[in-house]
């Protein structure tokens, strides 16, 4: 994430799910093959109609890091094809991640076994579709979508798109014009599925009705958990599939940052006060309690993590990314760690105990959630 240095245009492009979701802090180790009282989850589950990977991968961080490094291109292809050797095939991107570069990246990963994976990519930021430059704000309109995805296929080297996503609501498009446009797309089967990302409710009920959806897309971890207050509630009513960006809070919940880190500018961490100095100590307690259950699970506090959301409901996939080989290896591993009932029953009883200080995002990002789109006139 800054894999996209966003906030100059207060348009992050978050998602994902993006994503996300980053296991490049994790530790080492991994112990679960240890583990008698560990046994395989299904290695498949269904958003709405759609198969996946218990577990997919977030391509988000894969250009640029969260330090602003930017990462060994042919290391990244290689973590993309072992992931799949893996049993990943459910590989999450967006224009806006880059922009553009990490659809290329995954696009050339994947060319060999394309039509074994299922690929997901968002629009919606106000970026020019010829050069990728972010312009302020967000643009939906019909006529734009249908262009952003011909670019696309293009950069992903395919000729559909499995899973295409709204990536933010845009106040200005009503959402049945952007159902509209992707429609059409999926009747010249350039488009597969579509989804929403931190959508408002009121959208997520106007879109389904025009056009039934196959996921949403959302922040959800041990540490945000606000959208079991509603969206995934809705999400169970209506039968749409959930997909969990940032599983692992940016890094946070899997015991590599300590109360001393400090994050340099540019780092989306250092401009959201749930990683503030003040405000680091009081949740390194739920990371303790992370780390006490991967000791008991003989597992990884990431694995912990992951294995946590995908106890709590079968239809959630959580999409964590990393630039990192053996941080992939230990996320793809997460679906054989297994929580009795009375294991979770305890450790959510044990979670909702420490309380969780900072806001997820920058001040700049927030507003671009759980917006509703317009009436249509």
């Not at 560990?38 to 269904?46: D, N, T, W």
């Not at 291109?73 to 922009?99: H, N, S, V, W």
């Not at 709204?166 to 049945?176: A, G, K």
Request: glycine share 6%; with cysteine; aromatic share 6%.
């Amino acid at each position: 994430m800054n894999r996209r240095n966003l906030l100059k245009t207060a348009g992050l492009a978050l998602a994902g799910s993006a994503v996300l979701p980053l296991s490049s802090f994790s530790n080492d180790a991994s112990k679960s093959s240890k583990n008698n009282n560990i046994k395989e989850l299904s290695s498949k589950r269904k958003l709405g109609e759609l198969e996946v990977s218990a577990v997919g991968m977030g391509v988000q961080n894969m250009h640029r890091n969260y330090s602003t490094l930017i990462p060994y291109r042919p290391e990244m292809l290689k973590i993309l094809q072992t992931a799949y050797d893996r049993g990943i095939t459910f590989f999450d991107c967006a224009e806006a991640y880059g922009p553009h570069e990490n659809e290329r990246i995954l696009g050339e990963a994947i060319k060999s076994f394309r039509d074994k994976v299922v690929i997901t990519s968002k629009f919606g930021w106000n970026i020019d579709l010829e050069t990728g430059k972010r312009n302020p704000g967000l643009n939906s309109k019909p006529e734009h979508i249908k262009l952003a995805v011909e670019g696309m296929l293009k950069r992903l080297k395919t000729d559909r798109i499995d899973l295409l996503y709204q990536h933010r609501v845009d106040p200005e498009v009503p959402i049945e014009d952007v159902a509209g446009a992707i429609k059409d797309l999926i009747k010249e089967g350039k488009v597969l599925n579509w989804g929403l990302s931190e959508p408002g409710l009121q959208t997520i009920r106007r879109a389904y009705a025009e056009l039934p959806l196959t996921a949403i897309q959302n922040e959800y971890s041990m540490i945000w958990r606000g959208p079991e207050a509603d969206v995934i509630p809705l999400c169970e009513e209506l039968g749409i599939g959930f997909v969990a960006w940032w599983p692992l809070a940016c890094g946070l919940l899997t015991g590599a940052i300590d109360a001393n880190a400090r994050f340099a500018p540019g780092d989306i961490r250092a401009n959201t006060t749930r990683y503030s100095p003040e405000n680091l100590p009081q949740n390194l307690k739920l990371v303790e309690l992370i780390k006490k259950w991967a000791i008991i699970k003989q597992a990884t506090p990431a694995q912990i993590a992951i294995a946590w959301l995908m106890a709590q409901k079968p239809w959630i996939v959580p999409i964590p990314g990393t630039t990192q080989m053996a941080h992939m290896e230990q996320n793809t591993s997460a679906g054989k760690i297994v929580f009795t009932k009375d294991e979770l029953t305890k450790l959510n009883t044990e979670i909702e105990a420490i309380q969780i200080v900072g806001q997820r995002l920058p001040d700049a990002v927030l507003p671009f959630s759980k917006v509703e789109a317009p009436i249509r006139k």
